[in-house]
């Protein structure tokens, strides 16, 4: 993979509790050209979607403090219009997405490369 196409400005917060695949998701945005961190549960992640809004925000629905519903429901409440992509292991990802109007879904598990493609799509879209 190259980070050719890629506009490095494009930032990206992982919201996912489990560390490992977090971590692995970062290294691979960010080998991507994506300026990726991470937050491990919805209530840092909305401390940092409000000091500084990502582009996009890659969102698992099952989090510690407050779950990517109310998460949602909060950053829509203070106007925060990041693109978000939902990743979750649910058998109606797509009916999950819909119900919070998610820009993507990534159901889980899924392949490094489909998850690049949604962020790659939303990127585009937050920075037209």
């Given at each position: 993979?190259?980070?050719?196409?890629?506009d490095?400005?494009?930032?990206?917060?992982?919201?996912?509790?489990?560390p490992?695949?977090?971590?692995?998701?970062?290294?691979?945005?960010?080998?991507?050209?994506?300026?990726?961190q991470?937050?491990?549960?919805?209530?840092?992640?909305?401390?940092?979607?409000?000091?500084?809004?990502?582009?996009?925000?890659l969102?698992?629905?099952?989090?510690?403090?407050?779950?990517?519903w109310?998460?949602?429901?909060?950053?829509?409440?203070?106007?925060?219009?990041?693109?978000?992509?939902?990743?979750?292991?649910?058998?109606?990802?797509?009916?999950?997405a819909?119900?919070?109007?998610?820009?993507?879904?990534?159901?889980?598990?899924?392949?490094?490369?489909?998850?690049?493609?949604?962020?790659?799509?939303?990127?585009?879209?937050?920075?037209?």
């Amino acid at each position: 993979m190259s980070q050719q196409g890629h506009d490095s400005r494009t930032s990206v917060l992982v919201v996912e509790d489990e560390p490992t695949l977090r971590a692995t998701i970062i290294s691979f945005l960010r080998e991507e050209g994506f300026a990726a961190q991470g937050a491990s549960d919805g209530q840092a992640a909305l401390t940092k979607i409000e000091q500084e809004p990502p582009d996009v925000v890659l969102l698992d629905m099952w989090l510690p403090r407050l779950n990517g519903w109310d998460l949602t429901k909060r950053m829509r409440e203070r106007g925060l219009q990041s693109k978000l992509i939902v990743m979750t292991a649910a058998h109606s990802a797509r009916t999950v997405a819909e119900q919070l109007g998610a820009d993507a879904y990534v159901p889980k598990p899924f392949a490094l490369l489909q998850l690049l493609r949604a962020v790659e799509r939303c990127g585009d879209e937050a920075s037209a």
